[in-house]
C-alpha cells in the first residue's frame, strides 16, 4: 500500500514543537515523513531566514503534502522551489505573532507577523492549536490591514477563516501520586517575562505574610541570569521550596502527581501544555481568565488577569478551605486527538472534530 509523503517543516525545534512533531512521526504511520527542523534559538534569523536554511537540503520530488509550522516562511519557500509551488499545504500555528506579548528589550517589527500573514495565505488549510490562537491570528490580520497606508486587501481575516480549523496538540496523561500534598503549590512554567513569574511570586509573599500553609514546587526553564522574583523567592521562603530546577521527565511526572494546585499567570498562552499536563495529573489548575483557557477550564478555576489579590484571594481560599474537584482535560489526550490528526492527515477532505465543538 502506498503511503502518502509529507513534508513536515519546523523552524523552530523548541520543546513543545519538539514533543508535537516526535508524537505525530511516531504515531501517524499511515504517512511515510520527511524532517525538516532548525534548533529554536534566534528567533528573528529562524522566522526570515528558514528557506535559506534550506535552499540546498529539498529533493527534487516534491511531496503529496506539506505540514509547515507558521514560524516557516511558506510563501517564499514555495516561491523558491517551482516543484513545491502545487503541493498541498497546511499551516499549523503552535503560536501566532500577533497575540505574542513583546518585552520592554526587544523591538517591535512586523516582519513575523508579515511572514504569518503570506504563509497563510500560500497554504491550503490553516491549523491551530486553539479556538484562541485562531481567532487572536484572524483579528490580528485585520487590525494590521486596517494601518496599512492604502491598496490594502478587503475581508482577509474572513476569507482566511474560512480555511481555518482547530486540532491541538495532544498530551500524555500522568497519573495522579497515590497520596496528594494538597498544598503543594506548582510552578512548571519558563521563568520569562512572558510568563509572569512576578505576579505569582507576589501572590504567594501576600500569603506567606498572613501565615497561610504552603509548599513550592518551581520547576521549568531558567535563563542564565537568575531572574530577581525567582531569587526573592528563593531568599524569603526557603523553607517552604521543596524542589527548585528544571528536572527531567520522569521526576517531572512524580512531581506533578504529588502536587495540589497548578497556578498560571502567563501574559500570552495558546494552549497551554504545562497546565493541561498538571490538570490531567489531578492538580487542581488555577489559571487568568484569559487567552486559551476559557476553552478549557470551568470559570471556578479561573480568576481575574493582572490581578494579584484575585489570585492570592483564590489560593488562600483552596488551601484553607479544601481544593475544588479535578478538572476533566481527556478531550486533549493523545488518545483522543490520533484520530483527529488521522483524518487531517489522510483524509484532506475531511474537517477534524478536535475544537469543533469547543470553538
Known amino acids: 500500500m502506498h503511503k502518502p509523503t509529507i513534508w513536515l517543516f519546523s523552524a523552530y525545534r523548541s520543546d513543545s514543537h519538539a514533543a508535537w512533531a516526535d508524537w505525530l512521526v511516531n504515531s501517524q504511520v499511515q504517512v511515510s515523513w520527511r ?7 534566534h528567533f528573528r534569523w529562524r522566522i526570515r531566514g528558514n528557506p535559506l536554511s534550506w ?3 529539498l529533493p527534487e520530488q516534491a511531496p503529496d503534502r506539506i505540514l509547515a509550522t507558521s514560524m516557516v516562511d511558506l510563501a517564499t519557500l514555495k516561491g523558491l522551489r517551482s516543484g513545491l509551488a502545487h503541493a498541498p499545504a497546511d499551516y499549523y500555528f503552535h503560536e501566532n505573532q500577533f497575540a505574542y506579548p513583546v518585552s520592554d528589550r526587544q523591538v517591535g517589527s512586523i516582519e513575523p507577523q508579515m511572514v504569518q500573514i503570506y504563509g497563510a495565505l500560500a497554504a491550503d488549510r490553516l491549523v491551530f492549536n486553539s ?19 492604502d491598496a490594502a486587501p478587503k475581508n482577509l481575516g474572513e476569507r482566511l477563516g474560512r480555511k481555518s480549523l482547530v486540532c491541538p496538540v495532544p498530551v ?3 497519573a495522579p501520586a497515590a497520596r496528594k500534598d494538597e498544598r503543594l503549590i506548582l510552578w512548571n512554567h519558563r521563568w520569562e517575562y512572558d510568563k509572569a513569574p512576578d505576579m505569582f511570586v507576589s501572590a504567594l509573599l501576600q500569603l506567606a505574610e498572613e501565615g497561610v500553609e504552603f509548599r513550592l514546587a518551581l520547576l521549568g526553564p531558567r535563563p542564565r541570569r537568575t531572574p530577581v522574583s525567582l531569587q526573592r523567592l528563593r531568599e524569603v521562603l526557603a523553607d517552604r521550596i521543596v524542589v527548585d530546577g528544571r528536572v527531567d521527565r520522569e521526576q517531572y511526572r512524580c512531581w506533578l502527581g504529588r502536587a495540589g494546585i497548578a497556578v498560571s499567570t502567563a501574559l500570552h498562552e495558546f494552549q497551554g501544555l504545562a497546565m493541561l499536563e498538571a490538570a490531567g495529573a489531578g492538580v487542581r489548575p488555577l489559571v487568568p481568565d484569559g487567552l486559551c483557557y476559557p476553552e478549557q477550564y470551568p470559570a471556578a478555576y479561573r480568576y481575574p488577569p493582572h490581578n494579584v489579590s484575585a489570585l492570592a484571594d483564590r489560593l488562600r481560599h483552596w488551601l484553607n478551605d479544601g481544593l475544588p474537584p479535578p478538572v476533566d482535560v481527556s478531550a486533549w489526550y493523545a488518545c483522543r486527538l490520533h484520530a483527529d490528526w488521522h483524518a487531517l492527515l489522510t483524509v484532506p477532505q ?9 470553538s
Open 55 to 57: 535552499l540546498d537540503e
Open 172 to 174: 500524555e496523561p500522568m
Open 350 to 358: 475531511l474537517r477534524p472534530s478536535a475544537g469543533s465543538g469547543r
Open 35 to 41: 524532517r525538516l527542523e532548525l534548533p529554536g534559538r
Open 131 to 149: 479556538a484562541f490562537n485562531r481567532d487572536s491570528f484572524l483579528r490580528g490580520v485585520d487590525a494590521l490591514l486596517r494601518r496599512m497606508p
